[in-house]
């Protein structure tokens, strides 16, 4: 039987962990700058925890979740998603006590039985950011600016930001009422999943990918003119803080975001490089997320990042940063090998990229391999370098060569790099 991984989980192969590495070091980066701390949650959470935080009505509940028994018959699912485990270990650890805000960060895999296809996966990785605390509009043009700037730094141009805001739970039902209206009025040409949406949760309408679903809420109400004054205020004030900021944005009323927490801003960062799966990023403002799972009643606000479509982004945009060993080292007879060993580990501790040669080879053989290796400097030893105490080091480059002691080889090895 040949073994090959499941379907739509994929392997991250050395040339593809170049870009993985620098999109991550990036974000750490300006984590820090922004204040965000990491946490880390497990991947395993009570499925209860994403039914009722995510919603029941959502695809990722109702259809692509990896759920499984434990011995007592509980349910346990694989993260769909991070938000709602980060909201979880907030309260269980009582983190606002600490601090009233709290700006988190978190990386890794989740996973969701999707079709999958061209930047979607059933598991794949986010880096996600939620910040804690703060109901105002400046936290949200805060996370948004992080999100651009993540961007900005690895080098991405043409992403587009669309933001909405979905009301929030005193103008939201208002809005929900009017859209069930309008949808029961074509319910007929609704696909058979968008008939039951448009009686139990009208808004998930908006997710359908089927075309004559998408046509109709094209038409639909806008929730722009059912804001209440405070989320209207709330948004323009957001409008504005990305304006001074010089961060442009398309005004998206359709965007609900396929998770039912969100109030207020959502906001989704997108491509046009990537086919049907254009969206690098999502978020948005969950303020009853919180109180919903038990614990205070806290606002928040976050996003994250899909890390393949991005990586998949990079290695199109850029080259992989291609690197070479400082140094190999050709030991010819056993004395010379046993010597090797110990100088590979000691030039290796002081942090130079050392390779050597297992079993025992000529010369010339030595030369090919350290040549395909693409070895910046060779080290030539053998018994007669051993007992003059004088190694010979080789620029593979200009192919000039000096002796070396081989005394304190450190130092020596060092002051050539
Ligand atoms: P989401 O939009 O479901 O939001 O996922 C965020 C990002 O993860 C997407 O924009 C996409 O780049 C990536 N993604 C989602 N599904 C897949 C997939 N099957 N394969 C590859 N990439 C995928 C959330 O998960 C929210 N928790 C975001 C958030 C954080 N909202 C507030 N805080």
Redesign the pocket.
Known sequence: MEFTAIK?FKDVLPDEVGSWQRLESTARRLFQAFGFFEIKTPILERTELFSRGIGTETD?VSKEMYTLMDSKGRGMTLR?????S?VRAYIQNRLYQKNPIQKLFTMGP?F?H?R?QK????Q???I???LFGDPGPRSDADIIVLAMHLFDSIGFSGLRLHINSLGCSACRPLFKSKLKDFLLGKVDSLCVECRRRAETNPLRVFDCKVEKCKRIVAEAPSIMDFLCDECGKHFESLKDYLSRSGVSFVLNHQLV???D??TRTTF??QTDRLGA?N????????DGLVKLLGGPDHP???????????VALMTEEFLPEIKYPDLFIAALGENAEREAFQWVTDLRKVGLWVETHYGSKGLKALMKKAGRLGAKKVLIVGDDELSSGKGVLRDMETKDQEDVGLEDIVTNIRKNF
């Open positions: 739509g990722i769909p998603e991070a938000t709602a980060v989740m969701r999707e999958p930047g979607r996966f059933r794949f990785h986010q996600n950011a939620e975001r396929g998770l927490y969100y989704e960062i799966q969206a690098v990023a999502g978020g948005g403002r969950y928040a606000i976050g996003f994250a990042v899909g890390v393949e479509r991005v």
